[in-house]
């Protein structure tokens, strides 16, 4: 089965910093989706994003961006100008094109700080 | 607003008990998943469903049982409850077709087996 790693178990920064969180994933499968979801201190997991195999293409929004590389399997996430509300577990998370059983990571909690 | 709403948000129950844990959903979705929670190790696949009366294990599937009687509810089920089942239980759902469909979460159980 396919299998995601988020090796930052906790990251805590200062308010208006950047931080990105890493996702390293593995599948055998040529299409496929990954998808990043945020699980806020209320407990309700939340999706973000979601990208395909096939569009390598970097995408922002606002604040947020996503940096897709498949030479390197990864799918990293960053947060510009970290703001306290963005405190939160986040999770990095793959799907199979023919399954529709979606694998996550740990998970990575940041913690942002005033 | 689209719901997965879990019938329990606290549950706490005695080693051997039958613990019943409830799902429905409100957007007509063919999947329906239950994965559990724990520190260090994100959400974990217990069981899943393509369809009513269908069911897939996924990872860790020792110990649980699943019920998709109807298209819009999907029960986990604890046969004889274990402490080191003591967990975080999320169920989520997604339309069918293929992994690209988001999962909708619900607020989550969380299960403590004394």
């Known amino acids: 089965a396919q299998k995601v790693t988020q090796a930052q178990t906790e990251i805590s920064v200062v308010e208006k910093e950047d931080v990105t969180l890493d996702c390293v994933y593995e599948?055998?499968?040529?299409?496929?989706?990954l998808f990043w979801y945020k699980q806020p201190p209320s407990g309700e997991l939340v999706f973000l994003i979601r990208?395909?195999?096939?569009?390598?293409q970097n995408e922002i929004s606002g604040r947020y961006s996503w940096n897709f590389q498949k030479s390197t399997s990864s799918f990293n996430f960053t947060i510009t100008a970290s703001q306290v509300v963005d405190s939160a577990v986040y999770f990095c998370a793959l799907s199979e094109a023919r399954n529709n059983d979606m694998r996550f990571g740990a998970g990575t909690r940041l913690t942002v700080k005033p | 607003d689209v719901k997965v709403t879990q019938s329990s948000r606290y549950l706490v129950k005695r080693t051997g008990e039958k613990v019943f844990l409830e799902c429905v959903q409100d957007?007509?979705?063919?999947?329906m998943f239950w994965y559990r929670q724990d520190p260090g190790l994100g959400l974990r696949l217990i069981y899943f469903?393509?369809?009513?009366?269908?069911?897939e294990k996924g990872d860790i599937p020792e110990g649980y049982s699943v019920s998709r009687e109807k298209k819009e509810r999907f029960s986990l089920i604890l046969e004889s409850a274990s402490t080191n089942q003591t967990s975080m239980y999320l169920c989520?759902?997604?339309?069918?077709?293929?992994?690209?469909?988001?999962?909708?979460f619900g607020a989550g159980s969380r299960l403590t087996v004394l």
């Open positions: 599948t055998r499968d040529t299409t496929y989706y």
């Open positions: 989520a759902s997604s339309l069918g077709g293929s992994g690209a469909n988001v999962l909708t």
């Open positions: 469903s393509y369809d009513v009366k269908m069911k």
């Open positions: 957007m007509d979705h063919e999947n």
């Open positions: 990208r395909n195999s096939f569009d390598e």
